[in-house]
């Protein structure tokens, strides 16, 4: 009974409703002083304050803005905001409690009548005014004899012989009594109370505190903007909530610890101010206790063993407690491990990065989206000097005052971190011969780009062969290996190129600038052997604090096309240390402290198992998210390294060397996509943990019924569309971008199994076969097999659903939780579980016996009817009695009813 689990558990299910300010104003217990009037005068009062101190904090102090705010319609959600609220609410919480504790401990000025006066007074008035009184039927002193426990005589009436309506004598009557028994009465301990006239203080304190909070809260909220005060509104929300749902039971929690480690009774400061608040019950004068208090009564209990059945029912449900605790242990562990990778996956990404990646693309492509029209060698040079070059730097005003934004992006937010380059990458000439019907034609023949056939040689003006003898060589026409530029390799569209190439320096005035790529376009700076030009540069932004890393692509290829592509990584590389970016870095080293605890368990597992460990499939899951999460954290700290000794290097240098920011980028890259994989694996295995509820576990329990259905299927339905994918690309590949690759076209043909076709461009492209093909298709795929695959899914449904055998007994655990968690919580009533289960025990009883038990019904009957018989007719059988009452009068046994001589009179 003393155990700290029993008394916590008792005492918090019993003062939840109590001890919860806000919920007890619906669900305060009986008898309990502290009102519902007065209960939701504190919340009124405790709101208000709430509401005075976080206003106070914009208007007195105002936060600094944040870097990402959330807005949820009308209010703006910021780490300044949540921080205020939870600081309002732990300020007015001390004023609160004072309050209550008025309110709850203050004595009543006139103690009501007692309850038992309250009854006797009713009952008799009753007894008085309904029934009427026979004396021959009441017992008089004549027949009653009085005695103590020990059975001595206290008192000797003689009197005549009483007798009954049918003039039978009968004998005196004992009555038992404890006059001669003094009865000590148990001194009851006293409750501490403040004095009856501290409500008095309370409602003052109540009043005052509410008036005072409105009339300051509408004169600073005149004063506050639109920004501000839909902040104060989200503190206030913030506030209220964590009143609730935090603050309140964090209460009742620690008084429950207090009580189960300190004090160790279950039944302390919960008694009722029923018994306190109402008058002491005394006899009067000339009445006396007939008996001794039930405390004084020592009561000898035989011990019974239990059933082995009831043992049996009771040790499954210890069993079923054991798991349900394992399992919301489990649950409640991995939840909290979930909410902090996704507060790590949030901290780590930035709202304001698309805006961000917006900005730079509509300044660079220009204002008609020039860039991504270019089809041809002169719409790129217009690009390059009309279109780029003004835009990397800040233009005058608008009266043509210069700008004071050095090294600034067009948008004078971004600053360009040293200065943009331009980088070409070239075949090396002729590495292939036209065919021998046209070699005396074509003269020259130069193949597609590959890393194999890139140029690297060094050339002069219009290039020509490289003189080492001049000393003022064009830098453009010479080539520059990779490590000097920090480049790496590049995936466009159609090929891998590397990072080194043939550089032009952008910067300087726009005159310069422009003048120079004007006198390279006259030299031939691009030409047939050209492959990939690049525009290179990065920008930071330290108003959202981010990074931009731009690689404007334009692929030159062999056909005399030209594809151009943009990439703009917008990547948040250095942290600040307050606000919610400090709570981030303390998730994360949370989340490093649960990898930590997450190896040693798979471990201990993995020892356990053996080669088995590895036969399960949520094992693996678990070290998938371990080892890429592992992989991940090196990262971080190597990405945070690589980040510093960049920024160190652009403090030293500023504009005058040349900063890339695209190794950092693509870590940056690889690191999103372990979180993103964490994140999608640790969401994932929360299936696992929901595999006892019935409709979750259906699911898997569907695909393993089906599995080998589907396999066959997959395999013809693989060679259908792969038979289609072959006809459409030879069809298509030469007239229809999303047919010129083999990818292209399982992609365009995932795509018309979705509805996303254009049947206009099939049917032009081939009027005769793309129709037939297409129809052919959509009746094959979409009609056909995408119904058979429905099917295979019904038909395995339909059979789980209604197999038990396959539904494993684990089904009922969230049942179990759920009830015990009301209970817990004292949502319903405590229920016994054997008697539960002997129910559900009767109800899987088969037909058979209970319509034997039926059966027996009638015997049974006549069993208890012949033993009421000889109990109180003295008769062998009850059909004895039945017959002789139908007879005459001579005929009807003498029947001797039987006396109860001892009667206790209960006072």
């Known amino acids: 009974m003393q155990e700290f689990s029993h008394v916590f558990s008792n005492h918090t299910r019993k003062n939840l409703n109590d001890g919860h300010l806000w919920f007890s104003i619906l669900s305060r217990p009986v008898g309990n002083r502290f009102t519902r009037l007065q209960r939701a005068g504190c919340c009124l009062m405790a709101l208000w304050l709430e509401m005075l101190v976080s206003i106070m904090f914009y208007k007195v102090i105002p936060p600094a803005g944040s870097e990402n705010p959330v807005k949820i319609g ?39 009548k007692s309850r038992i006066m309250a009854a006797y007074e009713k009952q008799s008035k009753a007894f008085q005014k309904k029934n009427k009184l026979d004396r021959n039927t009441v017992v008089t002193p004549s027949a009653v004899k009085f005695s103590n426990l020990d059975g001595e005589d206290l008192q000797e ?17 004992v009555v038992t009594t404890t006059a ?10 006293v409750r501490f109370g403040f004095p009856w006239w501290c409500i008095i203080i309370a409602w003052i304190l109540t009043i005052l505190s509410t008036a005072t909070a409105t ?42 610890v207090f009580i189960a480690c300190i004090m160790k009774t279950p039944g302390a400061e919960q008694e009722e101010d029923m018994d306190d608040d109402e008058e002491e019950f005394y006899l009067k004068t000339d009445e006396e206790w007939l008996h001794l208090p039930v405390e004084g009564r020592s009561r000898k209990i035989t011990y019974q063993p239990q059933k082995p059945e009831d043992l049996e029912r009771a040790r499954e449900q210890r069993l079923k407690e054991i798991k349900m605790f394992s399992i919301f242990r489990e649950i409640c562990f991995y939840s909290f491990f979930v909410i902090i990778l996704m507060v790590v996956s949030y901290g780590n990404t930035n709202s304001m990065a698309y805006d961000v990646k917006s900005v730079l693309s509509s300044n660079i492509q220009g204002p008609i989206n020039n860039f991504n029209k270019i089809t041809t060698r002169e719409m790129y040079w217009s690009w390059l000097r009309d279109v780029l070059v003004p835009s990397l730097q800040v233009p005058d005003w608008y009266n043509g005052q210069a700008p004071k934004e050095n090294w600034y992006f067009s948008d004078r937010h971004s600053l360009i971190l040293g200065y943009a380059v331009v980088r070409q990458q070239r075949v090396i000439p002729d590495l292939c011969d036209p065919h021998e019907y046209f070699e005396d034609i074509v003269n020259t023949c130069n193949v597609a780009y590959s890393v194999g056939d890139s140029d690297v ?15 003022h060589q064009a830098i453009e026409f010479q080539y520059t290996d990779w490590d000097v530029l920090d ?67 334009v692929e030159f290829l062999p056909t005399g096309s030209l594809y151009p592509t943009e990439r703009i990584d917008v990547i948040h590389l250095l942290r600040t240390y307050h606000g919610f970016a400090m709570f981030v870095i303390i998730s994360e080293g949370i989340f490093i402290g649960f990898m930590i605890f997450f190896i040693v368990k798979e471990i201990n597992n993995f020892r356990r198992e053996g080669k088995k460990y590895f036969s ?8 998938l998210i371990i080892s890429i999460s592992i992989a991940g954290v090196v990262l971080y700290f190597y990405r945070h390294v690589v980040s510093k000794e960049l920024v160190e290097k652009f403090k030293e240098n500023g504009s005058k060397e040349y900063i890339k920011l695209q190794y950092v980028a693509n870590w940056n890259e690889v690191f999103m996509y372990m979180l993103g994989t964490v994140v999608f694996l640790g969401t994932t295995k929360f299936l696992k943990l929901l595999r006892f509820n019935r409709r979750m576990a259906l699911l898997s329990t569907t695909l393993r019924a089906c599995a080998k259905d589907l396999f066959y299927f997959g395999i013809m339905f693989f060679v259908v569309f792969f038979a289609f994918v072959s006809i459409f690309y030879q069809l298509f590949v030469t007239i229809l971008f999303d047919f010129s690759d083999v990818v292209y076209t399982m992609e365009s043909l995932i795509g018309t199994l979705l509805g996303a076709f254009d049947f206009e461009s099939i049917s032009t492209a081939s009027g005769l076969l793309g129709p037939i093909f297409f129809f052919l298709y959509m009746a094959f795929m979409p009609f056909l097999l995408i119904n058979m695959f429905l099917t295979i899914l019904n038909e395995s449904f339909t059979e789980v659903k209604h197999d038990n055998d396959q539904q494993a007994n684990d089904y009922e655990m969230v049942d179990f939780i759920m009830r015990h968690f009301k209970g817990l919580l004292g949502m319903n009533k405590a229920r016994d579980l054997l008697h539960e289960k002997n129910n559900k025990d009767v109800d899987k009883t088969p037909a058979t016996e209970i319509e034997e038990k039926i059966s027996e019904f009638p015997s049974k009957v006549d069993q208890l ?35 109860n001589k001892n009667i206790n009179f209960v006072a």
Do not use: C
Not at 180 to 189: A, G, M, R
Not at 492 to 516: A, E, F, M, N, T
Not at 875 to 887: E, L, N, T, V
């Open 215 to 256: 009339v300051f809260v509408i004169f600073y909220g005149i004063q506050l903007g639109n920004d501000e005060t839909s902040m104060w509104l989200a503190s206030l929300f913030v506030s209220f909530f964590t009143a609730i749902l935090f603050t309140q039971p964090i209460k009742v929690v620690l008084i429950a």
């Open 487 to 553: 480049s790496y390799p590049f995936l466009g569209r159609h090929g891998l190129y590397s990072g080194g190439g043939y550089i032009i320096d952008l910067s300087g005035d726009i005159d310069d600038v422009q003048s120079r790529i004007d006198k390279l376009h006259s030299q031939h700076w691009i030409d047939k052997h050209t492959r990939a030009i690049f525009v290179e540069f990065s920008v930071y932004n330290a108003e959202v604090n981010l990074f931009g890393v731009i690689n404007m692509l």
């Open 865 to 899: 009817l012949d033993t009421i018989a000889k109990v109180y007719f003295d008769a062998q059988k009850f059909d004895d009695i039945i017959s002789k009452m139908g007879g005459g009068p001579e005929e009807k046994p003498k029947l001797k009813k039987k006396l």
């Open 457 to 471: 040689s060094n050339y002069g003006a219009e290039w020509t062969k490289y003189n080492e003898t001049l000393k």
């Open 157 to 173: 009436v003689k009197t005549k012989p009483h007798k009954s309506k049918n003039d039978e004598q009968l004998e005196p009557i």
């Open 180 to 189: 001669s028994v003094p009865v000590k009465k148990k001194k009851k301990k």
């Open 74 to 112: 009308p209010l703006t959600i910021t780490p300044a905001s949540v921080m205020i609220g939870l600081e309002s609410s732990l300020l007015v919480f001390p004023i609160s409690l004072l309050v209550v504790n008025f309110f709850r401990k203050s004595r009543p000025r006139k103690k009501r």
């Open 616 to 623: 399960k499939f949520w094992n693996w899951i678990e070290f």
